[in-house]
């Protein structure tokens, strides 16, 4: 059986997705270009690979967990210069939501990607690969950090007060930069 990565996601509404692309688009050169066919504007919930023969049961979880929850309301409070990313204030419901995400869907999961479970094209930097294969054990949880990612390139920091509501969760295949390539199933909250 073949092994995909992905990401379970959290996605903005289309007024968040045009000001991201609207930023993305502004940076030169960037190797991200995020619009709303395939390369989408994310939260990242959960990174992983999945066998393709775990997916339905993946899809079934999700379903369960999107009983569980209702839509999210999150504040961006800021351009974050470091990571290139709209600031996702922090939310006891959207932790509480990424947790339930790792923990029921860590059964089906593995940290072992490969270039070739990644979407192609466009070709993969090994960094994608990183940051899938140490999701869990370095970025979730306690070390959960909210965010849109805008590009690659530097922008400076703007404090920021963007109220918005989210209320759909995709599994989507991962691309280069761990962009979000493909939607894979999604469900509203």
């Excluded at 968040?16 to 502004?26: Q, V």
């Excluded at 990183?130 to 805008?150: A, D, G, M």
């Amino acid at each position: 059986m073949s092994k995909i990565a992905i990401d379970i996601v959290l996605l903005p509404p289309e007024n968040i997705m045009d000001k991201a692309i609207e930023i993305n688009n502004e940076l030169i050169d960037d190797p991200i270009k995020l619009n709303k066919e395939n390369c989408l504007p994310h939260i990242s919930l959960c990174m992983g690979v999945i066998e393709e023969k775990d997916l339905l049961r993946a899809k079934e979880i999700l379903n369960k967990i999107g009983k569980d929850f209702s839509k999210l309301s999150l504040t961006i409070n800021k351009i974050n210069s470091e990571n290139t990313c709209f600031n996702i204030k922090k939310d006891k419901k959207l932790q509480k939501l990424h947790e339930t995400v790792i923990t029921r869907l860590s059964p089906c999961l593995s940290y072992d990607a490969t270039i070739d479970m990644c979407f192609f094209p466009p070709p993969i930097v090994l960094e994608t690969l990183f940051w899938i294969n140490n999701y869990r054990e370095k970025f979730s949880f306690e070390n959960f950090h909210p965010h849109i990612t805008l590009g690659i390139s530097k922008l400076s920091d703007k404090e920021l007060n963007i109220n918005f509501v989210a209320s759909k969760v995709a599994i989507c295949h991962l691309g280069n930069y761990c962009t979000c390539r493909k939607i894979l199933h999604s469900i509203i909250l």
